[in-house]
């Protein structure tokens, strides 16, 4: 990727003093990263997390004014952090169009801006937000921190720019960049988005050659955890450079563990050691066409001697015991460790009425598998929602803990145990790592719906991006 595609898109908006400011960069000094997976954090201020590079403040890895440019060489970053940023840069534009130029091919950025169309905002101003572009509106809760965290130039804290999603997303073209708005509506405080160069679907970095080409000695898979959860939450626990993978997993086949496994695993592993949660992976039988027993190693099978049988599911410090009992026997190079959660069941409730079993052999009958059949059909003809109206109606049970705290609770609810598994789970990984030896890697077999389209969960759901992407971390260290 060279500077002069990175600039190709917007060119006819770059302003005189946008042009200086490209000058002056071009004759700075690049800093090479070595080649290796970087995070980089714009205006990091005193957040700790990937290289920082800020102008003011102390704990910045690298000092430099953004609206300047970046001093990285091209094609160097992994992932961008640009939180609260743009709104006090005198160039954003600029900017974005130096994230597009410093990210890989399969780099992406995540970009957080206070949202002008936000409606007590929206209520406060009396003109349209658009038009106050080129105007400088001062933060005063901005001021007031930046003379509590003494700043030599509270200025800098003030909002040159407002906002809004749409705003956003047309710099982003501009700036030759594929964008994924988390949220984009008036109800909503902040914008989140996630960035990445123009055409990187194409690019996006596969996670069954991440799998097989990087030298990983402990994989840790979580089960159907979603990347943007993932995203928010892991700088609480580890620190390490992380990127959304393309899971192998796809709608015609399923999105399931086994799925995951006969996309990912195609040959025999003599030095991979797997600790499976779910009996999808077990070592004594095939289930949807995969046999584990034959592909690793061993298998221990958690799922039948750590089962608890009041939540039906593998707890997390169960695996994280049983992943120190294995290190004792040291039967292999390299160790795939497979926790059940975030997926249901939700362990900061109370335990489901609808639980789950461990019964093997009851997977290879003809009634499950045809009322798996009939099960997806219906929730694709009907949608989740329709689907559980139908059982209700019919005065049948909740089919799983998912649609137990659907219906008891409803949404927001159910992702905020949704949240609470996985935050449970990031606990129990951060206590274990640290006793790992070699590299460690997260990761998961695919995602979770939690309403987008109107589906929840993961299994006969049409394709969707948060259920076949999922995120990658290389754990530098854990906290």
Request: with cysteine; hydrophobic share 35%; glycine share 8%.
């Given at each position: 990727?060279?500077?002069?595609?990175?600039?190709?898109?917007?060119?006819?908006?770059?302003?005189?003093?946008?042009?200086?400011?490209?000058?002056?960069?071009?004759?700075?000094?690049?800093?090479?990263?070595?080649?290796?997976?970087?995070?980089?954090?714009?205006?990091?201020?005193?957040?700790?997390?990937?290289?920082?590079?800020?102008?003011?403040?102390?704990?910045?890895?690298?000092?430099?004014?953004?609206?300047?440019?970046?001093?990285?060489?091209?094609?160097?970053?992994?992932?961008?952090?640009?939180?609260?940023?743009?709104?006090?840069l005198?160039?954003?534009?600029?900017?974005?169009?130096?994230?597009?130029?410093?990210?890989?091919?399969?780099?992406?950025a995540?970009?957080?801006?206070?949202?002008?169309?936000?409606?007590?905002?929206?209520?406060?101003?009396?003109?349209?937000?658009?038009?106050?572009?080129?105007?400088?509106?001062?933060?005063?809760?901005?001021?007031?921190?930046?003379?509590?965290?003494?700043?030599?130039?509270?200025?800098?804290?003030?909002?040159l720019?407002?906002?809004?999603?749409?705003?956003?997303?047309?710099?982003?073209?501009?700036?030759?960049?594929?964008?994924?708005?988390?949220?984009?509506?008036?109800?909503?405080?902040?914008?989140?988005?996630?960035?990445?160069?123009?055409?990187?679907?194409?690019?996006?970095?596969?996670?069954?050659?991440?799998?097989?080409?990087?030298d990983?000695?402990?994989?840790?898979?979580?089960?159907?955890?979603?990347?943007?959860?993932?995203?928010?939450?892991?700088?609480?626990?580890?620190?390490?450079?992380?990127?959304?993978?393309?899971?192998?997993?796809?709608?015609?086949?399923g999105?399931?563990?086994?799925?995951?496994?006969?996309?990912?695993?195609?040959?025999?592993?003599?030095?991979?050691?797997?600790?499976?949660?779910?009996?999808?992976?077990?070592?004594?039988?095939?289930?949807?066409?995969?046999?584990?027993?034959?592909?690793?190693?061993?298998?221990?099978?958690?799922?039948?001697?750590?089962?608890?049988?009041?939540?039906?599911?593998?707890?997390?410090?169960?695996?994280?015991?049983?992943?120190?009992?294995?290190r004792?026997?040291?039967?292999?190079?390299?160790?795939?460790?497979?926790?059940?959660?975030?997926?249901?069941?939700?362990?900061?409730?109370?335990?489901?009425?609808?639980?789950?079993?461990?019964?093997?052999?009851?997977?290879?009958t003809?009634?499950?598998?045809?009322?798996?059949?009939?099960?997806?059909k219906?929730?694709?003809a009907?949608?989740?929602?329709?689907?559980?109206?139908?059982?209700?109606?019919?005065?049948?049970?909740?089919?799983?803990?998912?649609d137990?705290?659907?219906?008891?609770?409803?949404?927001?609810?159910?992702?905020?145990?949704?949240?609470?598994?996985?935050?449970?789970?990031?606990?129990?990984?951060?206590?274990?790592?640290?006793?790992?030896?070699?590299?460690?890697?997260?990761?998961?077999?695919h995602?979770?719906?939690?309403?987008?389209?109107?589906?929840?969960?993961?299994?006969?759901?049409?394709d969707?991006?948060?259920?076949?992407?999922?995120?990658?971390?290389?754990?530098?260290?854990?906290?």
């Open positions: 990727m060279s500077r002069e595609r990175a600039t190709e898109a917007g060119d006819s908006v770059v302003s005189q003093e946008e042009t200086g400011a490209r000058e002056r960069y071009s004759r700075a000094e690049l800093i090479d990263l070595g080649g290796k997976p970087v995070t980089l954090n714009l205006g990091c201020g005193t957040d700790s997390r990937g290289i920082g590079v800020d102008l003011n403040y102390e704990t910045a890895d690298i000092s430099a004014d953004l609206n300047e440019g970046l001093p990285i060489e091209d094609d160097a970053v992994d992932r961008v952090i640009a939180e609260h940023v743009l709104e006090h005198e160039n954003p534009s600029f900017v974005l169009r130096e994230i597009h130029r410093v990210l890989r091919p399969d780099g992406e995540t970009i957080e801006v206070p949202n002008a169309g936000w409606l007590p905002v929206r209520l406060y101003l009396t003109q349209d937000p658009h038009r106050f572009w080129e105007h400088k509106i001062p933060d005063r809760a901005g001021h007031w921190l930046a003379r509590r965290l003494g700043n030599r130039d509270p200025d800098r804290t003030a909002h720019t407002l906002w809004t999603p749409r705003l956003l997303a047309d710099h982003l073209e501009r700036a030759g960049m594929d964008y994924e708005f988390h949220d984009r509506d008036h109800l909503v405080r902040n914008t989140r988005v996630s960035a990445r160069p123009a055409g990187r679907d194409s690019a996006l970095a596969d996670q069954t050659t991440l799998i097989h080409e990087r990983w000695e402990t994989l840790i898979v979580l089960d159907s955890c979603r990347y943007d959860y993932f995203e928010a939450l892991y700088p609480e626990y580890f620190e390490g450079v992380l990127r959304r993978v393309r899971s192998p997993v796809d709608p015609e086949n999105y399931a563990t086994s799925t995951w496994c006969n996309g990912t695993f195609t040959e025999r592993y003599d030095d991979i050691t797997y600790l499976s949660t779910t009996l999808r992976i077990n070592s004594r039988m095939a289930i949807d066409g995969f046999h584990a027993g034959e592909r690793f190693d061993t298998v221990v099978d958690l799922w039948e001697s750590g089962w608890n049988e009041a939540y039906g599911t593998v707890l997390p410090e169960t695996v994280a015991d049983a992943v120190r009992s294995e004792e026997r040291d039967r292999t190079e390299r160790t795939i460790v497979h926790y059940s959660q975030p997926h249901f069941p939700y362990l900061s409730r109370d335990p489901p009425a609808a639980v789950k079993d461990n019964d093997l052999e009851k997977r290879t003809r009634t499950f598998r045809a009322r798996a059949v009939v099960g997806s219906v929730r694709h009907l949608g989740d929602g329709g689907s559980r109206k139908l059982l209700e109606t019919l005065g049948m049970g909740p089919l799983n803990p998912m137990e705290i659907l219906r008891n609770y409803g949404p927001a609810t159910m992702e905020e145990a949704y949240r609470e598994n996985l935050e449970g789970v990031l606990e129990s990984v951060a206590s274990l790592v640290a006793e790992l030896p070699g590299k460690t890697v997260i990761t998961a077999d995602g979770e719906l939690l309403g987008e389209n109107g589906y929840y969960g993961h299994s006969y759901v049409p969707h991006e948060t259920v076949s992407t999922v995120p990658w971390l290389e754990l530098t260290d854990a906290k």
